[in-house]
């Protein structure tokens, strides 16, 4: 069975930083593509950012030049750094992983920006 584990979200005041961090443990074989979403309420759920399994990243335009996605394979984690936060950024984050082929969501965490 794999879990994804979240951590790291919070309320930070506009303009401060915040770092997700997502692992996997359990039995699997591989991890592929790693990625962030969030859900604002009322609206559906957005991708944020992803990583390959060769490290290439892709970003929505949103937060290109503020996110920042990497990942450890040694320690089947993937990471969100979040810099230059905004209002508009609040939301719940979730991270998505491919382990062997399926899908798998973590639990979510809270990201709440405001003075």
């Known amino acids: 069975q794999v879990q994804m584990v979240e951590s790291g979200g919070g309320l930070v005041q506009p303009g401060g930083s915040l770092r997700l961090s997502c692992a996997a443990s359990?039995?699997?074989?591989?991890?592929?593509?790693m990625g962030w979403y969030r859900q604002a309420p009322g609206k559906q759920r957005e991708l944020v950012a992803a990583?390959?399994?060769?490290?290439?990243?892709n970003y929505a335009d949103s937060v290109k030049g503020r996110f920042t996605i990497s990942r450890d394979n040694a320690k089947n984690t993937v990471y969100l750094q979040m810099n230059s936060l905004k209002p508009e950024d609040t939301a719940v984050y979730y991270c998505?992983?491919?382990?062997?082929?399926?899908?798998?969501w973590g639990q979510g965490t809270q990201v709440t920006v405001s003075s």
């Open positions: 998505n992983v491919d382990v062997g082929g399926f899908p798998r």
């Open positions: 359990g039995s699997f074989f591989r991890i592929n593509a």
């Open positions: 990583i390959t399994n060769g490290g290439s990243t």
